[in-house]
């Protein structure tokens, strides 16, 4: 007696376009692909497709390569569950023109089906490499592990000794700020502030000093909106989405690219900043203990759901904004300088130490330790505070 098959076990893996891509992106996938449509995604779920009678009538009504998909993919497709036996789609296929893609029980996208590739192996493309980025004051760095373009060590280190100034003068504005209040108004802001804290909601202080410290940091991603550094944040962004989609690196097309990405620093500071505030609310009211234990289990849970969704939000009302021309241009130039550099290594695997080195968080430390020792030394020279508690 033959194994029951499925449809997840003859999809096609066809690399999907989104709606922002280029037509000449999704021509080239539909090359590639072998299956002759192109899968459209919108959030990972499909929303049309582009075949080559879409594509042809595209080319007849005198389209751009350059302009974006969504204006000619088709809405007129099958979704196919994955859990479909083979014997059903098969009689599907057999009886419509209709494209179909294989969903999955969420209705995001798989793979593609053909009646052909019910019957033959699945069609699998090669991965793209990962490239990593950041944004510095002198522009747009890229780093693929192996080799970098873009922003040297001094763009680097400024950025590190950039953040260290921006939550310096946070700080400085927020407890300024409460110090000022307190002596003008005689509101305890300030007290509130550096108030032990004793892990009970009923403490009005404990809630106060929980709100007034967070504000810190909420202060510091204001800062750093306002500065031409977020639009260039932005462009970086949207130049490795253009790269890691393979589309042209040409203004028209990475001014589609989405400004938020899913590997950003931001997601990770967005992690530990919700795990240090979950815990602290967890705790409220928890005595010592297993208790504690378990609040803190709690504040991990909630911070491992919700961190790439909080990591995004930030991205998009903090650490990014809309780029202008000429700092898409500026990235556009580092994307195409480290391909450039990247294709003479042929794929290569660099040692762990080059990857440390390329990935510039060195660099940025080295900046912000510098900024802190220059500090530190106009403290001991004039004989006044500048970080103060």
Same mark, same amino acid.
């Given at each position: ?17 989104? &709606?922002? @891509? ?17 899968? %459209? ?10 075949? *080559? ?5 595209? %080319? ?12 000619? !993919? ?10 479909? &036996? ?12 209709? +494209? ?14 053909? $009646?052909?590739? /019910?019957?033959?192996? &699945? ?7 990962? =490239? ?35 939550? /310096? ?38 809630? !106060? ?33 253009? %790269?890691?989609?393979?589309? +042209?690196?040409?203004? *028209? ?8 990405? +899913? ?8 992690? =530990? !900043? ?21 609040? $803190? ?24 904004? &809309?780029?202008? @021309?000429?700092?898409? !241009? ?5 994307? *195409? ?12 695997? +660099? ?12 660099? =940025? ?18 004989? %006044? ?5």
């Amino acid at each position: 007696m033959s194994e029951k098959r499925f449809v997840a076990d003859k999809l096609q893996r066809v690399l999907p376009a989104y &709606p922002e @891509d280029s037509l000449l992106r999704a021509a080239e996938l539909m090359a590639h692909g072998g299956a002759g449509v192109v899968p %459209i995604l919108e959030y990972g779920a499909p929303v049309g497709v582009l075949t *080559e009678t879409r594509l042809r009538t595209a %080319i007849q009504r005198g389209a751009d390569w350059l302009e974006p998909v969504a204006r000619w !993919m088709d809405d007129n497709f099958l979704r196919l569950p994955i859990d479909t &036996p083979l014997e059903t789609a098969a009689e599907i296929l057999a009886h419509t023109e209709q +494209p179909a893609l294989g969903v999955d029980p969420w209705g995001r996208y798989v793979g593609v089906v053909t $009646l052909a590739g /019910l019957a033959a192996r &699945p069609i699998n493309l090669p991965q793209l490499g990962t =490239i990593g980025g950041m944004a510095t004051p002198l522009g747009v760095y890229l780093t693929n592990g192996a080799t970098s373009a873009g922003a040297g060590r001094l763009g680097l280190m400024l950025t590190g000794a950039l953040l260290f100034s921006l939550f /310096l003068l946070a700080h400085w504005l927020v407890v300024g700020g409460m110090w000022w209040a307190q002596q003008q108004f005689g509101a305890p802001w300030y007290s509130y502030y550096n108030s032990p804290f004793a892990g009970q909601w009923f403490l009005f202080s404990d809630v !106060m000093g929980l709100v007034l410290r967070s504000s810190i940091f909420v202060v510091f991603l204001l800062l750093m909106r306002l500065l031409p550094i977020a639009g260039t944040h932005a462009a970086e962004h949207m130049v490795v989405h253009a %790269i890691e989609r393979g589309e +042209p690196l040409t203004l *028209e097309v990475v001014r589609r690219m989405p400004r938020v990405h +899913p590997r950003c620093g931001t997601n990770l500071v967005a992690g =530990i !900043m919700l795990f240090l505030g979950l815990s602290k609310v967890f705790q409220f009211g928890v005595p010592d203990g297993e208790a504690r234990d378990f609040a $803190l289990l709690m504040a991990l849970l909630g911070t491992l759901l919700f961190w790439r969704s909080f990591g995004t939000l930030l991205q998009w009302v903090a650490t990014t904004k &809309p780029p202008t @021309d000429r700092q898409l !241009m500026q990235a556009i130039r580092v994307g *195409e300088e480290l391909l450039r550099k990247a294709r003479s290594l042929s794929g290569a695997t +660099p040692p762990l130490g080059l990857r440390l080195l390329h990935s510039g968080l060195l660099q =940025i430390l080295i900046g912000a330790w510098g900024m802190m020792a220059l500090v530190y030394l106009l403290e001991s020279l004039l004989g %006044i505070t500048l970080i103060v508690q």
